[in-house]
């Protein structure tokens, strides 16, 4: 009796997320997620509007990004808390934006986990040959994700180790193939000229360029995931700005090279087809070599992507379940790895079922779709962040220039972005809209009952200008 | 080769998912649900990041 009583007083062992990462794991994490993009994906808006569509994507879509990591390093750099955009809505913006935040962020890395199986699926089946049937593609679904999940239950810092070398060979890979196909001399192996002409360009003129802002999304899509990694940073003042800046640089990098190289190589009918736009280049270079090395960057970028997608997928859980805006049980963390044990078990099953049953065009689309919304939101919440905390108010890690500019920069490219998803999947625009709406309406009136309204709020900062 | 590699591929799979399983089943039997979910946000931001300017 004595002894219970004093059990029951004592005081409960505290439980949390490790903080053993530095800027380069931040790095690794967002991209390592974006890579596969270069890989497959971004080629599709080629199909849309042409070779010369998918440059001037490329780098439009780039602008908006630049937006994005701009204003992610700030806010994030101020709330540094797992759940990254959910935690920045759920101070700046309120509850039920930041539940729905969440649900896009589940929503976008679990679709792009279970589109990276399956891409891996299709690229070993593509060279597996004949025998390998349904159980073999679904058993290369099964492993991915499945070894991907084990490693994130075991620990953050193994997690990211292994994504920063894998992903730093996927990029290497890209380097080295540009290297190899002579781009200081067109005609050698490229041929620019010829596959890019002024009749060929834009095929369906600017119309399809827009129609295009579809695809080029996939060029970086997951760049904004570094800030999922905001409470397992040493220091998420200097990592999270620095580690996705440079991350952001890399990829913009990493597009225009991958552009020019499968650009000169492939006309754009077969450029707006192939699933392996990098596989195919370093095909139709001839040599075996490179084929077999993008062969293996290819698997290596879709393996990273899964892994980091894993990562922020069960930390956006986990944060929902912490603030009870879904049951806490899943705000568990294991008392040894010091990871968010239940939430990735718990999301495991889901990505399998998703990538044993979708294919790779609807769960890309899924991925696109929630990060726009996703982004559309960070264009509010930045001027609202600085509305609310103006510069000077309170310790800002990393301070972006130009306000408001990227914040209007971005949201009107998200507003072209939705124009041109609904030209292309109008019907899952819509159908995700009311996912999100009836989520919405769920929350407010059955689950916010059961949030601790004053706890949520954690950070200690002075009272918003005007309340 | 790819069809060895699968069908080896499953049975990691099959025995990782046991393992995390049985690991998931030892944690929760082991610690309290006080203690496995006692993580906050915001705590080590409020001890070691103070804002000040």
Redesign the interface.
Known sequence: MVQAAAASSAP??????L?VLGPAHVWALGVGIVLVGEYTGWNFAADKGGTLAALIICWVIGLLYTSVAMIDSEVTSTV????GQY?QAKHIVGPLMAFNVALYLVFAYTMLEVSNAILIADT?KA???D??GDW?YR??I??VI??L??LN?RGVLMTLNVNFVITAIAYLAIIVLFFSVQPWSQGAVLKLGEMVTPENALPYGWIGVIAGFHWGIWYYLGIEGTTQAA?EVRS??RSLPYGTMAGMITLLIGASLTWYICASLMPWQYLGFTYYPLLDAGKLTGSKTLETMMFIATILAAVASANGCINDAARAWF?L???RYLP??F??????YRTP??SI?FL?PIALAFAFIANLGQAITFSILSGVLHYTFMSVNIIMFRNKWPL????RGYTHPFHPLPAVVLFVLCVVTYFAIFLGYGAQLTAMVVFYIIMSVWFHFYRYRYVKRGD?F????PKPRGY | M??TV??I??A??AA??L???Y??FK?DTS????????????????TS?????
């Open positions: 409960v062992q505290k439980v949390s997320l903080r540094a808390a797992a759940g935690a070993i060279y597996a040959g025998g390998f073999h058993g290369a099964a492993t499945v070894v999940a084990t239950y409470e998420p003042a944060s379940g912490r603030d806490t049980w705000s568990a963390v294991h008392p040894k044990y239940r078990l495991l000077g108010t309170i310790r949520q954690t950070m200690p900062w | 790819w069809i699968v069908n591929g499953w990691v799979s990782l998912v393992w995390m399983v690991d998931w944690v610690y309290s649900e006080e203690t496995l979910t006692s993580s906050r946000e915001g705590e080590i931001e409020a990041e103070k804002h000040k300017l």
